[in-house]
Every structure is written in structure tokens, then in C-alpha cells.
């Protein structure tokens, strides 16, 4: 293998000795989005097959989070906000880890932007193209704005490869919520990539864990909700069969990644 001395300034590809077209910049992330998140149940032993051993063992709870971002390194993206903003869908199962602790691991999580893509995939989560919808709440009394109050009805969907994977409703209720998901507990990710010097070999996965700081996010109103499912040809995700929503909310984060430790 021949290592390269040249003094690129790419943080990810392509690497340039200006590094102005890699595609990532280098860590503090930061991400402000709106979010509706539907906590649900399912037979434990079904999320197996999703979340390597070392990890934890599922327990049979997890949650979709639909996700409006904005995201910015220096402030510079939020001038060209093509760079900026992007819709996700986040899936994350909860674990019991080998000390008894629990946290939640990310098995799937789908985004319509490739900035996104690749920072997922630096910290673990394995992002793919998809497209989410979700309603916006705006600071406005008006019919089409979604006020942030009980009664407001919200919808979310998520399109994988022109087929439906998701689908979601909620009504918001006039009670605060307990944070659910990747909001409440420690999350977990596996980074491994494949090597074509040894295309016979799968890669080996490291668990990490992203350092997570400045987290501000508004209260997070309770909502009731329904979840769907549905079968999909190249998804693994449907093989944790029914969901059965156990809560669910909505509200705005506000968070900063500054890089990633060992699991």
C-alpha cells in the first residue's frame, strides 16, 4: 500500500490542497431541528438481527424520530442553506448493555442530503437516501401554521427507493412529555467500511458512541399517535413486525457534535 505525504486539507473526500470540495467539514457539528418522535414496542427478539451483540440486547422498546434539521460548522452554511438543511427519518432500538446499563443503537436512519450522509456515517449511523416529510409547527395562529398547542394535528412519512416505509399521525395534547428515544438515553453506532483490496472479506465494525454537547432543546409537548410499518423489498427494518406506539412528542433540539469515543 503506498500512504500519500501530500498535505491535502480534506477532511473527507474529495481531497484537494484547498480542501474546499470535501464534502464534510471536520467537527463541531452543530443542529438545530423540529422533531416528532413516536416511542414504540415490539417482540425483542425480532430486533436481533439489527444490532450487533456487543452492543446490547434489545428489550423490545424503540422509537422514530422525523426530523427537520438545519446544521451549520462556522456559521458559513447558513448563508447557502442548500448546504444546511435537510429532512431525516432516525430508527433506534433500546438496549440492555452487558453491565445492565441501557442506551439506544441506530440500526437504520434515512436522509435526503449527502453532507448528512457522511457525517452519519462517520459517527455510526447508517444514513441512506430517503425522503422524509413531517408538518412544521410555525410561531403563527393560523390554519395552515400547525400552532404548537394541544389539538394541532401533525403528519410524517418516509419514502425509501419510491416505495413508503413509514407513515405516522399525531394530535398534540396540553401536557408536557418525558424525552424519548436518541433524546433520552446514550446512543450507539457501528462504523466499518469495506476494503476492495479484500473485496472477499466483510469489514469489521467498531461501536462508538458521538460526544454530544450543548443540548437546548424547547419543552417537548406529548402527542397521541399511530405508527405504520410497511413491507419493503431492500429495508430490514419491517422485520421487527407490529409496532405499538407507547408515546409520543414533539418540540424543537438544539445540540452540537464535537466528535466520537469508543463504545
Known sequence: MTRST????????????????ALVKPPPWHYAGWLLNIEFEYQAERGAPLVPPEAGRPVGRGCVHFADWQASTDGSELLDPVLAQYRETIVVLELERPDGSLCVYCPAIWVDQDVSLMRGLLQGWPKKMGTTYLTRSLPLQHPAAAPFQAGTRLGASLAVKERRLFEARAEL??????????????????VGFADLRDPASLPGI???????????????????????????PHE???????????????????MTITGAIDA
Open 6 to 21: 501530500w498535505p491535502h486539507r480534506g477532511f473527507s473526500a474529495p481531497f484537494t490542497l484547498t480542501g474546499t470540495s
Open 173 to 190: 395534547l396540553d401536557y408536557a412529555a418525558r424525552p424519548l428515544g436518541f433524546l433520552s438515553l446514550p446512543t450507539l453506532g457501528a
Open 206 to 232: 467498531d461501536l462508538v458512541r458521538p460526544r454530544v454537547v450543548d443540548r437546548t432543546n424547547a419543552e417537548w409537548r406529548a402527542a397521541a399517535a399511530d405508527l405504520s410499518l410497511f413491507p419493503h
Open 236 to 254: 430490514d427494518v419491517p422485520a421487527l413486525g407490529v409496532l405499538r406506539v407507547s408515546a409520543a412528542s414533539a418540540g424543537w433540539l438544539g
